[in-house]
């Protein structure tokens, strides 16, 4: 640092120096945090398609880009932008969605 830093703050009171170091400690962490985030985004969210339930066959053709599980069904998102509901316990297809 230069000299004109230095003096500036040798004339604020030890609280405000304390204050100076919490700020630049917390802009350090939130640094560092948003690194490790942006990290955590691009390792997880890959580009390999959601495991499916083995209760669950797709049809012929279609390839699952989302999976939601409710309580008694599963749904599936396909590349073809269809929502397929399937029975959670036989894994029959009990309805689809066409998303226009």
């Keep these: 640092m230069n000299d004109v830093d230095d003096d500036a703050t040798a004339d604020l009171p030890p609280s ?12 350090g962490v939130m640094i560092v945090g948003f690194i490790v985030l942006v990290a955590l985004f691009v390792t997880r ?34 590349d073809s932008d269809a929502i397929l509901i399937f029975d959670r316990a036989s894994g029959t297809l009990r309805q689809r969605v066409e998303i226009e």
């Design 16 to 27: 405000l120096k304390l204050l100076r170091g919490m700020v630049l400690a917390l802009t």
């Design 45 to 78: 969210f890959g580009t390999a398609p959601p495991p499916l339930p083995e209760t669950v066959t797709l049809p012929d053709g279609e390839v699952a880009r989302a999976v939601t599980l409710g309580s008694d069904w599963i749904a599936v998102v396909t």
